[in-house]
């Protein structure tokens, strides 16, 4: 007897993949098509009557409203445009609290009650606002069920964009707010616009100081590098855990695992290079500037990076980055898995998110610069990035919570829950020396004391020296900080929301700091050195350059003072802690109510996930695991008996197999006994507990038993005959 799993085997032996061989031959010019399907602000330019155009420029650089008019202008203009390519629906497209976008689409047309004929129709009220039920989108109590509507509202700071369907028509997308009707957020969006807003501000403040009065908005740049696996879609199709979970519940390590490091940058496949490339030509046209593709460490992994964007687009960019590689991987035959931890024992995906400050002239403000006064402004961004990861540690640890990144974070491959900074051994010298006031000549010689901010300027800083720590979450990478805990499927709103109110938040005292005393007459250079040196001093703990994977880590972490909350949801509950609701209030980022509904989604996040995992562990367990071991058992019994019928000298092996091959099939079902027990006392629970006391008992509870009960299905596996056993193996979606 055969298993699907073997004729699935058959067939990937026979015909490497299935995918359209055109697609792979076809080649592309990036400047042609980049933003063909994007309604940019060339667009505009082409099509909008000046003064329209002059005033949306406006609108999408200083995120102010548009008015009536303007906006029934600028709809129609949409409409024309997205006609002509052969569109026939626009949809207002949003970022919800569920992990992945939402959309709800309408026709252009609308019924002339008068002809009884349809007309196109998009109206400047269209585009501007809809309204949704949405009554099922999570809302962590933001909305009782009698005032379910929520509305949506035109981000006018990323354009609206073409998407087809497999017929070929396109829908408009618009990009969305998500409000709830008293215009509270339910979305991700809406804070990290608040709180790009927040840090532009108070980073203009510190421009001012230093003597710049050009610029006019301070923008925060992302590039965002997108970890992923693919596997072969016809084993994938016979996993119900990898399709449903989006990661394995069941497999035995494989034979060959990622020790010998030759994935990482490796040549890559052709049938992979083919999907590569048309996803590349897929984000060109929607205006996403995908450059950089390599392998990554483990088996099947691989890496896109884009060039970095204002975070807004960005953020929208990473979002429609993730579809595109499902939907894409798709057609070539693949299943993309985006989640953090998909194999047992191989290697995880995560997602580094550059971050840096780029004021309206183009400086990017953590760059070091060439003047002694470039170099004080330098300090005092540096200095307010490492207190807000001293200060508000607690803020960006919780930007990454989520139930599958607590399978990545702090094993081994990822960086641990601790936040510090990795700034390098020069730039460490330098504030040290700073710090310390003192006088005199660091490792490197660099005379790190004597250094008088403002005075003498920094010594340039070697880019390449700063860059070769992996373990750190978060480091100084020559002009830009790199947040490296955030994990694969995670959206990077939250990430930058907390970086950017942390930077904000301190940045604002600095600022009053610094303003105070020059209104009070004192030098500037001299207020400067003496906050940078009280700064330096009050931060330096965060600063770690060594090795974030060793053991050792923790504890020198604990001696400083930071915070390792190891799991989601310790760091959840600390969602609610006075230091956090005020950072994001203080800087009319998210309301308190607003943060405790998100509070209680992520908890609710969080025991979707678990529950969901532990449904399957038992569905495959009792389904398709054990009716294979029963099988295999059957035969054993059948080897054992006739050995003994026949008096077969020696040691009784057979029996040996049966016995170990029984004791494992009894485990599996006593422990997927005591799982669908919990499963179901903690679904009663529902009404009577707290969330977060439900997502305790998650992490507690059903999380161990779904270990214990891969335990045992893992040893059958290795026992079973491979003809019998129905799951895909590692080895099998892997290489
Ligand atoms: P890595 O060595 O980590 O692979 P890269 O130099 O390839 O890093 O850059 C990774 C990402 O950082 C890219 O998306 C790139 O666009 C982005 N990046 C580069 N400079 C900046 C910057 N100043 N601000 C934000 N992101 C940046
Ligand atoms: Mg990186």
């Not at 807003?197 to 590098?225: H, K, P």
């Not at 919780?398 to 700034?423: K, Y």
Request: charged letters at 25%.
């Amino acid at each position: 007897m055969s298993t699907p799993r073997n004729a699935v085997r058959a067939a990937v032996a026979i015909a490497p993949a299935p995918y359209p061989e055109e697609t792979v031959e076809q080649a592309y010019s990036p400047t042609e098509i980049f933003a063909r399907d994007v309604f940019s602000l060339r667009v505009m330019r082409e099509r909008l009557p000046k003064e329209v155009f002059r005033r949306l420029e406006e609108t999408c650089v200083n995120g102010q409203g548009l008015d009536d008019g303007d906006a029934g202008i600028v709809a129609g203009s949409m409409k024309d445009w997205a006609i002509e390519r052969g569109a026939t629906h626009f949809a207002h497209w949003f970022h919800p609290m569920t992990g992945v976008t939402a959309e709800k689409h309408d026709a252009f047309v609308s019924l002339d009650p008068v002809s009884g004929r349809l007309i196109n129709e998009f109206s400047g009220k269209m585009l501007i606002k809809g309204e949704s039920d949405a009554s099922s989108l999570p809302s962590g109590g933001l909305r009782s069920t009698f005032e379910a509507r929520g509305y949506t509202a035109w981000d006018p700071s990323s354009p609206v964009f073409l998407l087809e369907n497999s017929r070929g028509a396109r829908t408009l997308y618009v990009p969305t707010v998500f409000l709830s009707y008293t215009g509270e957020s339910l979305d991700r969006k809406t804070p990290l616009l608040r709180s790009l807003n927040a840090i532009s501000a108070q980073a203009l403040r510190v421009l001012r100081l230093f003597g710049n009065t050009r610029a006019t908005r301070v923008n925060v740049m992302v590039g965002a590098e997108q970890e992923y696996f693919l596997v072969d879609r016809r084993y994938y199709a016979l996993r119900d855990d990898l399709k449903l979970a989006g990661r394995t519940l069941f497999g035995a390590r494989p034979g060959k695992g990622q020790e010998l490091e030759d994935h990482y940058f490796g040549t890559i496949g052709r049938r992979v290079l083919g999907f590569m490339a048309e996803v590349e030509e897929r984000l060109l046209a929607l205006g996403i500037p995908a450059r950089t593709r390599h392998n990554e460490s483990a088996p099947a992994q691989f890496e896109l990076a884009p060039m970095f964007e204002t975070a807004n687009l960005a953020t929208d960019h990473n979002m429609l980055t993730m579809e595109t590689l499902r939907g894409t991987a798709e057609k070539h035959g693949f299943a993309c898995l985006l989640h953090e931890k998909p194999f047992a024992g191989v290697n995880g995906s995560g997602k580094h998110n550059n971050w840096s400050l780029c004021d309206s002239e183009g400086n990017n403000l953590l760059d070091p610069g060439d003047t002694p006064l470039d170099n004080a402004q330098f300090l005092v961004f540096l200095a307010a990035v490492l207190m807000a990861a001293r200060k508000h540690a607690l803020a960006l640890r919780l930007a990454t919570v989520g139930a599958g990144n607590d399978h990545r974070l702090g094993s081994s491959e990822a960086p641990p829950a601790i936040i510090s900074v990795f700034l390098g051994e020069q730039l460490t010298e330098i504030i040290a020396g700073i710090a310390e006031g003192k006088p005199g000549r660091g490792k490197s010689g660099l005379d790190t004391g004597a250094m008088r901010v403002g005075v003498s300027s920094l010594p340039p800083l070697p880019r390449d020296a700063t860059d070769r720590n992996r373990t750190s979450p978060f480091a100084f990478t020559g002009n830009k900080f790199e947040f490296r805990a955030v994990g694969a499927s995670q959206s990077i709103a939250p990430a930058n929301i907390a970086l950017n109110t942390a930077v904000a938040a301190v940045l604002d005292d600095l600022a009053t700091e610094l303003e105070e005393a020059v209104r009070g007459g004192e030098d500037l250079s001299k207020a400067v050195h003496a906050l940078l040196a009280r700064s330096f001093m009050e931060s330096l703990p965060v600063v770690f350059n060594g090795n974030n994977y060793a053991p050792e880590w923790h504890e020198d972490a604990a001696r400083r003072g930071l915070t390792d909350l190891r799991d989601s949801v310790s760091v959840i509950y600390r969602y609610s802690d006075r230091e956090v609701l005020d950072l994001f209030s203080r800087h009319g980022v998210l309301t308190e109510r607003e943060q405790l509904a998100r509070q209680e989604i992520l908890f609710d996040n969080y025991i979707v996930d678990v529950h969901i995992e532990t449904k399957l562990v038992s569905s495959i367990g009792r389904s398709v695991i054990l009716p294979a071991s029963l099988r295999w058992l059957k035969k054993l019994g059948g080897a054992a008996r006739l050995a003994r019928e026949l008096g077969a000298p020696g040691p009784a092996v057979e029996e040996d197999l049966y016995r170990r091959a029984r004791g494992h099939i009894v485990g599996l079902l006593e422990s997927l006994d005591r799982l669908d027990a919990r499963h179901k006392a903690l679904d009663a629970l529902k009404e009577k507990e707290g969330s977060g006391k439900r997502a305790e008992a998650s992490r507690d509870e059903l999380i161990p038993l779904m270990v214990e009960c891969r335990k045992h299905a893992d040893a059958l596996e290795t026992m079973v005959d491979d003809d019998i056993w129905p799951l895909p193996k590692y080895n099998e979606l892997l290489w």
